[in-house]
C-alpha cells in the first residue's frame, strides 16, 4: 500500500481519500446540525401558535387550569412527546394577580432533536434540547 500512495497513482489515490474524508465529516456536520436548527425554527412558530390558544381558552373559560390542558392537548396534536410536555412550562402573568385577572400567559415549549449521536448517546442528549419562549396577550386573543 506505501509502494501504491508513493507512486504518481498513489497522490491520485491518497487527494481521493482525503476528499472522501472531507466529505464523510461535512455529511456527519449537516446531519447532527440540521435537526437541530430544523427544530428551532419550528419550535418558534408553535411556541406561538400554543401561547394564542392558550390565551384564548384563559379568555373564554376563566380558568388557568383550562389554558394548561389546551397546552397539553395542542402539543399532543403536534406530534410532542409526553417528556417534552411535562418539561413545558405554561406561566399566567402577572404572578399576584387573581385566577380571574390574568393579562398575558407566557409558554415555553420544550422539543428534542433527533439526531444520530443524541439518540445513542445519551449524555449529550442535553444539547438537542431546544426550549423556546413566546407571550401572548390574553385581551388579544382570537379563537384558534
Do not use: C
Not at 43 to 71: H, L, R
Request: hydrophobic share 45%; net charge neutral; glycine share 6%.
Amino acid at each position: 500500500m506505501k509502494k501504491l500512495l508513493a507512486s504518481e497513482d498513489g497522490g491520485t489515490l491518497s487527494f481521493l481519500i482525503k476528499v472522501a474524508i472531507v466529505i464523510a465529516v461535512i455529511a456527519l456536520i449537516i446531519a447532527e446540525v440540521g435537526p437541530v436548527v430544523w427544530i428551532h425554527i419550528s419550535t418558534m412558530q408553535e411556541a406561538d401558535d400554543i401561547a394564542n390558544g392558550v390565551a384564548f381558552a384563559y379568555k373564554t373559560q376563566g380558568n388557568p387550569d383550562a389554558g394548561v390542558a389546551k397546552a397539553a392537548e395542542m402539543m399532543k396534536l403536534m406530534g410532542y412527546s409526553d417528556q417534552e410536555i411535562l418539561e413545558s412550562r405554561v406561566e399566567f402573568l402577572p404572578p399576584q394577580a387573581g385566577p380571574r385577572d390574568k393579562t398575558e400567559v407566557k409558554v415555553t415549549v420544550v422539543r428534542y432533536a433527533k439526531t444520530i449521536l443524541t439518540s445513542h448517546i445519551s449524555f449529550m442528549k442535553k444539547w438537542s434540547r431546544i426550549a423556546t419562549s413566546k407571550t401572548a396577550s390574553v385581551a388579544e386573543s382570537s379563537s384558534q
